[in-house]
C-alpha cells in the first residue's frame, strides 16, 4: 500500500485528494492508522477475513470532485503498485477487485462512463 500511495501523493490529481485527508507525512499517525486500514480492508476482500471495519463507500462519498479521470489514474497506479510488490496471480485478483470496486464506486458516486475499465483492462495487466 504505502508503494501506491507515495505514487498517488505524487500525482497532480490524487495527490491533492490524500493530502487534504491526511496531509502529505506518510510517517504521521492519520497515515499509518489509514494504510493499516487499509490492509484490513484488502485482506477482507481478498481473503474473506472479517478484519476490515469501515464503510469505504461511505468515507468518499463527501469528496465531491471524484471524476472518471481519478479512477483511470488510481487503477493505473494502483495496478503497477501490485505488479511490483505481488506475484502475477495474486497481483491480478487485487487488480481484479480494484477494477470491481472502481465500477462500484462510479455507480454509486453517479459517475459517467464505466465503460473504459472494460475497454482499459489489458493496459494495467503489464
Given amino acids: 500500500m504505502t508503494l501506491f ?3 498517488a501523493l505524487e500525482d497532480k490529481l490524487l495527490g491533492p485528494f490524500f493530502i487534504h485527508e491526511l496531509g502529505d507525512d506518510m510517517q ?10 487499509l490492509a484490513d480492508f484488502w485482506l477482507s476482500e481478498l481473503n474473506g477475513e472479517n478484519t476490515y471495519i469501515g464503510n469505504y463507500i461511505g468515507a468518499h462519498i463527501k469528496v465531491s470532485h471524484i471524476t472518471q479521470e481519478s479512477f483511470v489514474i488510481w487503477l493505473k497506479l494502483f495496478s503497477q503498485a501490485v505488479n511490483k510488490v505481488y506475484t502475477q496471480d495474486i497481483a491480478e485478483q487485487f487488480k481484479d477487485r480494484g477494477i470491481l470496486l472502481a465500477k462500484e464506486f462510479q455507480q454509486v458516486l453517479k459517475i459517467k462512463g464505466k465503460e473504459w475499465i472494460q475497454t482499459k483492462r489489458k493496459t494495467y495487466s503489464s
Avoid at 28 to 37: C, F, G, K, Q, T
Fill in 28 to 37: 504521521s499517525e492519520e497515515w499509518v492508522d489509514h494504510i493499516d486500514l
Fill in 5 to 7: 500511495y507515495s505514487k
